[in-house]
């Protein structure tokens, strides 16, 4: 069973930074795309940035040049390092792991930034 498992939130003052752990658990072999979103109160949920299994990433004009994405493959774990952050980056956090064309999600993981 294919477990979305997300960690590394908390309270941070604006312009500190945290990393944010997604680790994909019961499956053979590697996702092929593992996308960070968010989701304030009383917004949609939008995407942060995503990486694929080979590698390639891409991310929101909102977030870019401050936070980044990365995958350790040993361990199918993606990283969401996230600096210089801003009140408006406060929000929960979701994992959207894509195995073999079916897509899991975490739970979510909160993230408040304080002025």
């Known amino acids: 069973q294919v ?3 997300e960690s590394g939130g908390g309270l941070v003052q604006a312009g500190n930074s945290l990393r ?3 680790a994909v658990s019961g499956t053979e ?3 092929n795309a593992v ?3 968010r989701q304030a109160p009383g917004n949609q949920r ?3 940035a995503g990486i694929t299994g080979s590698g390639n990433a891409n991310y929101a004009d909102s977030v870019r040049d401050r936070f980044t994405i990365s995958g350790d493959g040993d361990r199918n774990t993606v990283y969401l390092q996230m600096n210089s952050l801003k009140p408006e980056d406060t929000a929960v956090y979701y994992c959207r ?6 897509d899991y999600w975490g739970k ?3 993230v408040t930034v304080s002025s």
């Open 108 to 110: 979510g993981t909160l």
């Open 20 to 22: 944010l752990s997604c």
């Open 35 to 37: 996308n960070w979103y």
């Open 3 to 5: 477990q979305v498992v």
């Open 29 to 31: 072999g590697r996702f």
């Open 46 to 48: 939008d995407m942060v």
């Open 97 to 102: 792991a894509v195995i073999r064309g079916i």
